[in-house]
Every structure is written in structure tokens, then in C-alpha cells.
């Protein structure tokens, strides 16, 4: 697996989607990299598509109307740089004013993304956040995230 820490490196936003579908695969879906690389890169550039980067972190994401968005993490990031790199785009919906927060993982990603998601509830339920994470009949998971009302402050 791939891991460029941004403190050293920054990816370009299509370097970080390309080399975080090359980590995790696609085939058992029985979409091969390359197209599953062309169908996100196509996904990113629709109407109502809002795309986001902090370090090598890429978060792809469709905005609802009210206060709802949706979306993908795309990471190669170090899973330190990747924690902060989820709180910059927390606050990122606390701007946008956006109060609910979904993201689909793939099941060979569990071993960082539940992690990560217990560590972020940490984070921002003393805040007034949330989060909840379920498994897809496919063996997916989903990110169930109430954005916090509360400024989230980042320590660096």
C-alpha cells in the first residue's frame, strides 16, 4: 500500500485518486482500476459535484438541498495527517452550512475507516457532533456524520 505523507509531499487531487483506487482495488466489484479511476474522476466532474482536498485527501462529495451532502474519501495521506485532514473538511462543512454528512467505504478499507470514525466521534461529540457507521448488505460501510454546531478547532 501507497502512503506519501503530505507534510513532504502534496499529490495532485487526480495522483491521490489514482493511487488510492491502485491500493484498495476495484476488481472484486468487477470494475477494473482503470475504470473504476475513469468513473471517479467522471463522478467528480458532474453539475452538482463538490470536490474538496486537504493534504492526500480527496473528498468527492454531491450536495443536497437541505443541508445534506454525500460523498467518497479518497486517501494516501499517513493515517495521522489523515485524521486532520478529516477535521479541515469538517470545517469545511461548518462553513458551507452543511449539518449531515454520508461516506461510502469499500470493505477492504475497514481497517483504517472504523478506526478512524470511532476517533472522530471522539473528536467532535463534545461538540455536539456524531457519528455512526453501518455495514452494507454488499459489505460496504457507511459514514453516518452529524456536522457539530460547535467550531471545531484543529491543534496544528
Do not use: C, W
Not at 8 to 19: A, D, G, M, Q, R
Not at 122 to 146: C, H, R
Request: glycine share 8%; charged share 20%; net charge positive.
Amino acid at each position: 500500500m501507497v502512503v506519501v505523507d503530505s507534510n513532504e509531499k502534496k499529490l495532485s487531487l487526480p495522483n491521490v485518486v489514482v493511487t488510492f483506487i491502485e491500493n484498495v482495488g476495484s476488481e472484486m466489484a468487477g470494475v477494473s482500476n482503470a475504470n473504476a479511476i475513469r468513473a471517479a474522476l467522471m463522478e467528480m466532474n458532474q453539475k452538482n459535484s463538490k470536490v474538496v482536498q486537504f493534504g492526500n485527501t480527496v473528498f468527492s462529495n454531491f450536495v443536497g438541498d437541505d443541508g445534506k451532502m454525500m460523498g467518497r474519501i479518497f486517501n494516501v495521506d499517513t493515517a495521522e495527517n489523515y485524521f486532520v485532514n478529516i477535521l479541515k473538511f469538517g470545517k469545511y462543512l461548518q462553513r458551507k452550512k452543511v449539518t449531515h454528512y454520508l461516506a461510502n467505504f469499500n470493505k477492504e478499507y475497514k481497517d483504517l475507516f472504523i478506526p478512524m470514525m470511532r476517533k472522530l466521534k471522539q473528536f467532535i461529540a463534545p461538540l455536539g457532533g456524531n457519528v455512526g457507521v453501518a455495514e452494507m448488505k454488499d459489505g460496504s460501510y457507511t459514514a453516518f456524520v452529524l456536522v457539530p454546531k460547535e467550531t471545531i478547532v484543529i491543534g496544528r
